[in-house]
């Protein structure tokens, strides 16, 4: 059971980091400056996304330590 929750965490952790870069990628102008409408939602966006690639990474290697006991057992 523990390889079932290991992949489901390790794929939430890559769609998780894919997503915040992807955002950020999107928010660009072709001086490669990203651009917000407001000095809020810049504060509110980056914290966000922060947050969220944060908790991606730990997902990742919580995903990666359960499919690796898998394996050593």
Same mark, same amino acid.
């Given at each position: ?8 965490? =390790? ?31 810049? =504060?509110? #966006? ?11 990474? =730990? ?7 359960? #499919? ?6």
């Amino acid at each position: 059971m523990s390889i079932f929750f290991g992949i489901i965490f =390790l794929c939430a952790g890559c769609y998780g980091v894919y997503w915040t870069g992807k955002r950020s990628f999107n928010r660009r102008n072709i001086a490669g400056i990203e651009e917000f409408a407001s000095y809020g939602k810049a =504060l509110g #966006t980056r914290a966000i996304e922060k947050v969220v690639r944060i908790v991606s990474w =730990l997902a990742i290697a919580l995903g990666g330590m359960a #499919t690796l006991a898998f394996f050593v057992r």
